[in-house]
Structures are given as C-alpha cells and as structure tokens.
C-alpha cells in the first residue's frame, strides 16, 4: 500500500482513443447526414459537431486522470474525473494479460492493455493506451512473476501431488520457465474454418443493423430498390411455378456462397497468423491480420475444457477447443468481449486436440477413460422432451395440407409423409444421442460427452467446483434417476456441465467426489480426460 500519486501516465496519443470510443455513438448518423446531403441536415450537423467536440474534451479529461505504477507486488490504478477510485491490483491475483492493436493503434506505435482477474465483470485495469514498450514491460513483469509463483509452489508442495491428479508440468526454476509452441493454424485451415463456420451471418447482420437504422445509406446505391420489387412482381407473375422455384434455388445458393465467403474473410482477417504457445503455467495467443490481438491466461485458471464437432466438422475431420477461465462473463465488457483467452484452437485435427489435451492436462486420454452409459430410459425421456411442440407442429401442418382449399390432392398424402419423417428422425436423435452421451471420472476430472450428429466432451476438474445441485422430479424418483448440475468460478454458461438421466446412485457417488475434491487443500493443476474424437 501506498499513499503516493501514481507516477506513469498513459501515452501522449491517449486521448485520440479515449474521444474515438465516445465518437463511436455518432460517427455514423452524422457521416450519412453529410455524404446524403440533407437539406435538413444542418440542424443536426451542428448539434453532432458541438457533441464530438465534448466528447473529445472528455476522452483528453480521461485520459489524463488515469495514472499507474508498478510497485514490487502489485500494480497501482489511479482513475477517475469527479469521482476518483484507486485500486491495488495483486500480481498474483491476474489471471489473464491481454493486449489490442487495431490499424490506428499500430500506425500510431501504441496499445491497448487489459488485466482480468479471476472475478467475472468489470477488468481490473483497461490501460488505454500505452507504448509498445511500456505495454511488453507490464506484460512481462506480470507474467514473469506468476510464472515464478507458479513454479515455486509447485517445488514448495510436492507431497501434495497425489497419485489421482496428474500436475500441468513443472517448471525447473523461477524465471526459467521456456516459451514452447502449441499450436499454429496455416492460411489453408482458416479458409476450412471459414467454410465450416457460420460466421458470415455476423458480417450480415451487421450490414443490416446498420441500414436498417440509416436507410439513407440506400440512397447512395445506384439501384431503385422499391422499383426492382415492383419489376420483380410484374414479371414473376408470368412466369410457370417451376421456374420460380428454379430461381428460388439460385438465389439461395448463391446466398449461401456469400456466406461462406464472407466467413473465409472474417477467419482470415481474425485468425490470422493464430499461434498458441506456453510458458510454465501461462499460455500465449496472438492472431489478427489489422487488428493484433495478444492474450495469455494461466492454465491453472482453467475451469472446464470444452471440445465440439459440428456436423461439418466431422465431415471434415476437424474439431474446437475452447476453455472457460476464472472470472469469464457473458457480461463481459467491449474491453474483453474479442479478446480473451476462450477458444484454444478454434479449427483442429482429432489428433492435434488430443496433443493439446496431453500438453495441457498431461495423462489425459479420452478414449481410455471409463465411460459410463447414461439411464436406460436415456432415450425414451430425451424423444419425450420434442414430442410436447413437435407432435402439435406436425398436426397443425396436416391439418392445414387436408383443409385450407385450393391445394392439390397431393398436399395432404405429402404432408403425411413429412410428418412421419420427421417423427422418425426425432426417434432416431433421441436414440442416437443416448446411445452416444456417457460420462465418466477419473484423475480429477469429470467427463461428459453428448450429441447424436453433432458432439461435445465437457471436462470439469473436481476440485474447482463451486456448487453442485443433484435434482430429482417426481419422474426421476420413480425410475431412480438424477440430473447433475455444477457451477464453476465463470459465468459464461448457467451450468459448466449438466449431466442428465443420471442412475441415483452414480449422481450420488459423483456429487460425494465434488465434494471431497472441494474440502482438500491442495489444488492439483490438471487431471485426466480422454478423446473419442473420429
């Protein structure tokens, strides 16, 4: 503790970003109004003007009351106008260092840098903005120090490694700790990850959020939009069903190319030259083609480990990794919503995922694992669970194709078929999915994995849960089944791992082993998962 003024300021370009991010709100509605040319456009010009002059007032304001220094354990954080608020961040209480450069910030020599801890919400500093210099010397000295820490305990508590918990590896001294590489994606698997993902959907809806609140920016296209509605009316009017359904089906593939386009550029200009390496306890990613993004998080921090395979992604041989760590918020602010450490790699080979799995938790097998069955009646309640709106649904489109007049003598029989198709694939889900979804425990770790066509593992360590809930509704107490739901130390999912149709007794046993894990002191840095990745 201190009671002097922090001596550092940010950097001189500071306030540029400080009064950007507040132009942010109307940057856009004033550049329409200027580039349509609105004869009634003077009015709100002016009153645009006088505010972005206040708000780049505020942005200088703000950018010079925040002050900071860098004591032996801790960093000191002065900020605030009116209503000043100082605050001591701990070494050992950051959990994750994350750094920002976007076009400006990189033409300009600076960045943005922003400490979390492990509580959810607000970062403990956003340090907007500092020279590149300055932002690697914090970085440096903050992962150094927990990197040390990391690897003193470690050494300080060997007997504490006990033969059911495997350790993350151990460093071999304070500071010595080496930067291995984990994981770089090549220009060829982002442009796969685009084709997988749907990320082009957020390109398009961005678009349309943005016309749909300036429809000036329509004027600006040299197409009458209302009159090729008309056009397009007129002469489709003439035109036999079947070749508008030929068009139809154009324009959806070409729909869908866009998409997938769209998707290949926004994985190439985010992921770009995405790498993934570790040092001790700490992992290191970087990627982004103009905006830089360079986050670390500790992987003792971790609180589940998550693997997905979309129906694409089995297609194509690929998988994701994602992690949840200590502290992360849905409610995250815009400081940290696209920079943080929360998907280890977002396109993978099976194999390359079990290798991070090894390096990262190393004993970790997936295939190996004891894998228990869920509830036999598994099946038969997960069906049950669609049938109470897809029965219904399935109803009121027969009834529709056999009433409404004017629809061919076919509409009735086709509808029949739909609906008995579809009440097949709902049995085959159900049955697919139960016969898939099994859970298992072993080394510290509880595994689930679910899914009929796409699947997910869920892997939650024992000893980092913060609740657990075993509920039971009157069906359950009949069959004897449970459903088993835990909570970690991160918000960014209601229930870190959920696992349903449980026998009573087992859900009893595996509640009993959160416990026991909860009530130990030491806390092992990793445990054993396995794969079944095809």
């Not at 970003?17 to 456009?41: S, T």
């Not at 790498?275 to 971790?302: E, I, K, Y």
């Not at 509808?415 to 198709?421: C, M, S």
């Amino acid at each position: 503790m201190t009671d002097t003024l922090p001596a550092d300021r940010l950097h001189p370009w500071s306030w540029v970003f400080h009064a950007i991010r507040a132009l942010r709100e109307v940057a856009l509605p004033a550049l329409v109004f200027m580039v349509v040319g609105r004869k009634d456009a003077f009015g709100p010009l002016v009153v645009g003007a006088v505010a972005a002059i206040l708000l780049v007032a505020w942005g200088i304001l703000r950018s010079r009351t925040f002050r900071y220094e860098l004591l032996e354990r801790e960093l000191l954080v002065r900020e605030g106008l009116f209503v000043r608020e100082t605050r001591h961040v701990p070494f050992a209480r950051v959990q994750a260092v994350n750094e920002r450069q976007g076009p400006l910030h990189r033409l300009l020599g600076v960045t943005e840098l922003v400490l979390e801890s492990g509580a959810a919400g607000k970062p403990e500093a956003v340090m907007r903005v500092l020279g590149v210099a300055e932002a690697a010397r914090i970085a440096g000295m903050l992962r150094s120090v927990t990197t040390a820490d990391s690897a003193t305990s470690e050494h300080a508590t060997p007997e504490h490694t006990t033969p059911g918990h495997a350790t993350t590896g151990v460093v071999a001294s304070p500071g010595a700790a080496t930067t291995q590489e984990l994981l770089r994606i090549p220009t060829d698997e982002l442009i796969l990850h685009g084709i997988i993902s749907n990320r082009g959907f957020v390109v398009l809806a961005l678009a349309f959020g943005i016309i749909s609140q300036n429809r000036e920016l329509l004027d600006l296209l040299p197409i009458d939009f209302k009159q090729l509605m008309k056009d397009s009316t007129d002469t489709a009017a003439g035109i036999d069903a079947g070749a508008i359904l030929g068009v139809l089906l154009v324009l959806l593939f070409g729909f869908v190319v866009l998409v997938r386009l769209l998707s290949i550029a926004f994985a190439l200009f985010t992921l770009h030259d995405f790498t993934l390496r570790r040092a001790g306890d700490r992992l290191r990613m970087n990627r982004g083609l103009l905006s830089r993004v360079d986050v670390s998080g500790r992987v003792s921090g971790f609180q589940r480990i998550v693997l997905e395979q979309s129906l694409l992604h089995r297609a194509f041989r690929r998988c994701i990794v994602k992690v949840d760590l200590a502290g992360a918020s849905l409610l995250g602010t815009p400081e940290t919503a696209d920079s943080r450490l929360d998907t280890l790699a977002p396109i993978a080979t099976p194999a390359k995922a079990r290798s991070l799995l090894q390096e990262l938790v190393p004993g970790l097998d997936l295939e190996a694992l004891p894998w228990q069955p869920l509830h036999r009646s598994a099946a038969v309640r997960r069906w049950q669970r669609t049938t109470w709106w897809l029965l219904p649904t399935l109803a009121l489109v027969v009834a529709a194709a056999g009433l409404i007049p004017g629809l061919p003598a076919a509409a009735l029989p086709a509808a029949l078929v739909a609906a008995t198709l579809a009440l097949g694939l709902s049995v085959m889900y159900a049955w697919q999915w139960a016969r898939w979804s099994a859970f298992a425990a072993s080394g510290g770790v509880i595994a689930f994995r679910s899914g009929a066509w796409a699947r997910q593992w869920t892997l939650v360590f024992d000893d980092r849960a913060q609740s657990t809930a075993l509920r039971r509704s009157p069906r359950d107490r009949r069959e004897g089944t449970t459903s088993l739901a835990v909570d970690v130390q991160s918000m960014t999912v209601s229930q870190a791992l959920h696992i349903p149709y449980l026998d009573a007794a087992l859900g009893e046993r595996l509640n009993a082993q959160f416990w026991r894990a909860g009530t130990s002191a030491p806390l092992p840095a990793g445990a054993h998962a396995g794969s079944g990745l095809r």
